[in-house]
């Protein structure tokens, strides 16, 4: 009596018991699918279209040379990106004596705060200049010159606010006046990253960064990203190899001489950085500097490479 009771309840049961486990199995392997369906690769999220917004933005202010009240919209366009990407920005306030006389310079500096976490310290820096040359007989918005690395440095910092992981191991440096009134030399130029370096050097705090990587000149619509030929030999196989896996090799190679620019400082106090930089750029310092000039497509390229490089090879 008790069996063919329990026998008769399972029968009447048996389809809604089945369909509830099948449910559960279901409910099961979604949550198992879940996660490994949301890690993207990082090297994906970039978008050179929305990089290229930035570089719109950045000079639709017009000329921005140091201590304007162009370039003071440009600090508060670049702050308020960061800001909203999660990172928090820091101003590095200084004047130097220049031929022009003294002129105060602000770097931002930017770190990642990510859960409020304040302790670990960045290992790697990514940097950009984000003033424009100072000409007297003609507009120079510095589209690509300026522009383009800054606009790059800010999709790269929206991409990395995503992958907590790696934005708490880098360090955003947007530099001002890299620039020189006249010619470059000892006193004259790269004026942001000579007192960066040089605040890291007297903190002793240099050795906490083991490499970095510069962007300047990255949106050339005929791209040709040109190393400087003492760059770090490590890093720079890594560069290729980067380039390799995307299928982007063809875009990078050497330059046939030395540059001056915003790593060299870096180097000189022996944190290793690369200059990503397409110097092979006919409008340089003209008046034809302009957006028409940079491709959001070149953008893609080589931010893509520079995010496959962060992830796969400089900060694991």
Same mark, same amino acid.
């Given at each position: 009596m008790m069996l063919s009771a329990f026998s008769s309840i399972c029968q009447q049961y048996r389809r809604p018991i089945i369909l509830a486990f099948g449910i559960a199995i279901g409910i099961v392997s979604t949550r198992a699918e879940t996660p490994a369906a949301k890690q993207s690769k990082i090297w994906e999220d970039f978008s050179g279209e929305k990089a290229f917004a930035h570089v719109e933005q950045?000079?639709?202010?017009?000329?921005?040379?140091?201590?304007?009240?162009?370039?003071?919209?440009?600090?508060?366009?670049?702050?308020?990106?960061?800001?909203l990407s999660g990172w928090t920005v820091t101003r590095q306030i200084f004047t130097n004596p220049t031929p022009r006389g003294q002129v105060?310079?602000?770097?931002?500096?930017?770190?990642?705060?990510?859960? !409020?976490?304040?302790?670990?310290?960045?290992?790697?820096?990514?940097?950009?200049?984000?003033?424009?040359?100072?000409?007297?007989?003609?507009?120079?918005? !510095?589209a690509n010159d300026g522009g383009s690395s800054t606009g790059l440095l800010l999709e790269l910092a929206r991409v990395l606010g995503q992958h907590s992981n790696l934005a708490r191991k880098i360090e955003l440096v947007?530099?001002?006046?890299?620039?020189?009134?006249?010619?470059?030399?000892?006193?004259?130029?790269?004026?942001?990253s000579r007192y960066f370096a040089k605040q890291l050097a007297e903190g002793k705090t240099a050795g906490q960064f083991r490499g970095g990587l510069l962007f300047d000149m990255v949106?050339?619509?005929?791209?040709?990203?040109?190393?400087?030929?003492?760059?770090?030999?490590?890093?720079?196989?890594?560069?290729?190899?980067?380039?390799?896996?995307?299928k982007l090799r063809s875009y990078f190679t050497y330059f046939d001489r030395g540059i001056t620019d915003d790593h060299t400082p870096l180097n000189a106090i022996g944190i290793p950085v690369i200059d990503i930089i397409d110097f092979d750029f006919a409008w340089w310092h003209t008046a034809g500097d302009t957006l028409d000039k940079v491709s959001p497509q070149s953008l893609q390229i080589v931010g893509s490479v520079a995010a496959y490089y962060l992830s796969e090879f400089a900060l694991k």
């Open positions: 950045l000079v639709g202010f017009g000329p921005h040379p140091p201590a304007t009240e162009a370039i003071e919209k440009c600090r508060a366009y670049i702050e308020k990106q960061l800001t105060r310079f602000v770097n931002l500096i930017a770190r990642f705060d990510a859960r !409020g976490d304040k302790t670990a310290a960045p290992s790697f820096l990514l940097c950009s200049h984000y003033d424009t040359k100072s000409f007297d007989t003609f507009r120079f918005v !510095g947007f530099f001002d006046g890299e620039e020189a009134y006249e010619e470059f030399s000892d006193s004259d130029g790269i004026y942001g949106g050339d619509r005929s791209l040709n990203i040109t190393l400087p030929p003492d760059s770090p030999a490590e890093m720079t196989r890594d560069i290729f190899a980067s380039a390799d896996a995307l």
